[in-house]
């Protein structure tokens, strides 16, 4: 079955900086990568996701990359402002036929003034 | 749309107690899941259920069952609550196709559970 590891833990960037998280995956069949943001005492809600036929999706100041080669995926965050605060969760699975959404072990992001 | 609606909010057992967390979900979706989250573990799958009368383990299961009788709803159960069991759970929903998720999973607010 699919296992996902998630890097860094924790991260913390100044205000106005990027973010970087990287997370790698075992099963090379997986081509769906969704991204889930969880602010402090709320439910993850999706922000990204990418599917296994392109290299990069960009929404505003979000972006994520995967190399399906070396099986990893990035989530980028630039100019971070303070909202951006909060767990993100890295997902990989099989579109159109998943049934198990495994996910990374989260990271918890802060952005400092 | 209510969308997906989890009771309760808050739960305190005893060890060896039972007990049901609700879930329900207004947006026809077909796929259901239980996902459990403790501090450094991230979100961890307990069952999904991709259709009525359909279900299946997830990462960890021991220790919850489930069923799904109706589209709407996807009840977890735990026989008897151990200390372990102290988490908070989110129930999650997404369209379904062929039998199985889209891929993007609509979250209730989640149960927090404490086992004495």
């Known amino acids: 079955g699919e296992n996902v590891e998630q890097h860094p833990s924790t991260l913390s960037v100044q205000e106005g900086d990027s973010a970087v998280i990287k997370c790698t995956y075992s099963d090379s069949a997986s081509n769906y990568f969704p991204w889930y943001k969880q602010e402090l005492g709320k439910r993850p809600q999706l922000i990204i996701d990418i599917r296994s036929n392109v290299g990069e999706k960009k929404d505003q100041r979000i972006a994520v990359t995967l190399n399906k080669t070396a099986k990893h995926f990035s989530l980028h965050i630039t100019e971070t402002q303070p909202e951006d605060s909060a767990v993100y969760f890295c997902a990989a699975t099989l579109y159109s036929s998943a049934s198990k959404i495994i996910f990374g072990s989260g990271t918890r992001l802060s952005i400092r003034p | ?116």
């Open chain 2, 1 to 116: 749309n209510a969308g997906v609606t989890q009771t309760p909010k808050f739960q305190v057992l005893k060890t060896g107690q039972s007990m049901t967390l609700q879930c329900a979900q207004d947006m026809n979706h077909e796929y259901m899941s239980w996902y459990r989250q403790d501090p450094g573990m991230g979100l961890r799958l307990i069952h999904y259920s991709v259709g009525a009368g359909i279900t299946d383990q997830g990462e960890v299961p021991n220790g919850y069952n489930v069923s799904r009788s109706t589209t709407e709803d996807f009840p977890l159960r735990l026989l008897s609550a151990a200390p372990s069991q102290t988490s908070v759970y989110f129930c999650a929903s997404s369209l379904a196709r062929w039998g199985a998720s889209t891929g993007e999973l609509f979250f209730g607010e989640g149960s927090r559970l404490t086992v004495l």
